[in-house]
């Protein structure tokens, strides 16, 4: 209800507004080129943890397990408020959700390593029962929306940025006007710097509990985002609950998984590729030399589409993805591409940098109510930021 008085309202407004956007004060508003947008030292207010991959997995996120305990828990009761007895289903909804967490408890036993074990260590040191902790691991499967962007300077040096939204339509806090999910994952959003052998092996974003990578890079080696693709994957995530073997990963493991077996921007396209997935999505990836950037198309069990940087195309020097095929139209209460393109050729390939990309992530609607966090990376500058994002009023909802 809240929502649909929300349309109203907006409508509305648009209506009234004698502006040619007609979504009037709610239209996109972009800051590309705009002075004090971007403030590096605004990126420590996301912090920074330690993860030893030589360690034993069940031990290693105990640090992250222990002072994030109870956010995880507000994160996960913000998905219990929305399907459980105070949600749109009432006490169907209870039930539903028990028997939700009920299959979370055997679907463990068929995660591969090291996730069964992380998680199974995770759970014990947060003391989180391992049915929730299983169940925000397979959330990024089912919920979640971005913008990312890989861009290509004047000199061929190439930077890689993203917006992540996520909890659209998990409950509207009305005091904060904006979604309760959101500001849930902002209180568990951390970096992680993965070494082994004492040395820095790859850095990532993620949620505290994902054992995941939401974003991710590898020194010297290429930058990763992963953005959400409409598609079935139910089917195979049923067959994986009955206890049908299969070889495929998350979104997000394979996202953490490429870091670990991929040495370049060509090993990491060929992995992302091929690797069995259980729900559709896109892959961003941008590497260290002119040319290497790329978004891929990805169904459950192959690549429908590679689109690469092509400096010889008009425009051709970035690539830019939200949660729409390169050959389908956007729906047009979620237009973010269009406003994207706009404002990046704002931008000019001259202004290509940190600072530049993060100026368009800043720019409506890419930012957004749903916006958690925008990232910006450089991967032989070694430069790594994540920014906790709010979306001042007027700004759409997804």
């Given at each position: 209800m809240l929502v649909f008085l929300g349309f109203l309202g907006l409508f509305a407004v648009s209506l009234a507004d004698p502006t040619p956007d007609p979504w009037g004060v709610y239209g996109e508003v972009c800051m590309a080129n705009t002075p004090g947008v971007y403030d590096p030292a605004d990126s420590q207010t996301v912090p920074w943890y330690t993860v030893n991959l030589d360690e034993d997995p069940k031990t290693r996120w105990a640090l992250v397990a222990r002072s994030r305990a109870q956010g995880i828990l507000d994160t996960l009761e913000t998905v219990h408020q929305f399907i459980g007895e105070h949600g749109l289903l009432g006490e169907m909804g209870e039930l539903l959700w028990q028997i939700l967490l009920n299959s979370m408890d055997d679907a463990v036993f068929h995660l591969p390593e090291p996730y069964r074990s992380e998680i199974l260590g995770f759970a014990d040191a947060a003391n989180i029962p391992v049915s929730k902790l299983v169940l925000l691991n397979l959330f990024y499967e089912i919920s979640k929306g971005c913008t990312s962007i890989v861009a290509e300077d004047p000199n061929g040096k190439i930077y890689h940025a993203r917006n992540q939204d996520f909890g659209t339509f998990f409950i509207w806090n009305t005091t904060l006007e904006t979604w309760q999910q959101t500001i849930a994952l902002k209180n568990i959003l951390i970096n992680v710097n993965y070494i082994r052998g004492g040395k820095t092996v790859y850095k990532g974003v993620t949620f505290a509990g994902h054992m995941g990578v939401l974003t991710g890079m590898k020194p010297h080696a290429f930058t990763i985002s992963t953005n959400s693709r409409a598609g079935k994957s139910w089917d195979n995530l049923a067959a994986w609950f009955a206890g049908q073997a299969n070889e495929r990963i998350e979104l997000i493991w394979a996202d953490r998984q490429v870091l670990e077996v991929a040495n370049s921007f060509d090993e990491a396209i060929d992995y992302l590729s091929t690797v069995p997935l259980f729900a559709s999505g896109y892959f961003i990836v941008g590497g260290r030399k002119s040319g290497e950037g790329a978004i891929i198309t990805r169904g459950p069990n192959g690549t429908d589409h590679i689109e690469r940087i092509d400096t010889s195309k008009p425009d051709g020097w970035y690539v830019l993805e939200t949660n729409y095929d390169?050959?389908?139209?956007?729906?047009?209460?979620?237009?973010?591409?269009?406003?994207?393109?706009?404002?990046?050729?704002?931008?000019?390939?001259?202004?290509?940098?940190?600072?530049?990309?993060?100026?368009v992530l800043s720019s409506k609607p890419n930012l957004n109510k749903a916006t958690v966090y925008t990232s910006v990376m450089q991967v032989d500058d070694l430069a790594f930021q994540s920014f906790i994002r709010d979306c001042p009023n007027p700004c759409w909802f997804v």
């Open positions: 390169w050959d389908k139209v956007e729906f047009y209460l979620d237009s973010r591409i269009g406003p994207g393109n706009d404002c990046m050729k704002r931008l000019t390939r001259a202004n290509v940098g940190l600072e530049g990309l993060y100026q």
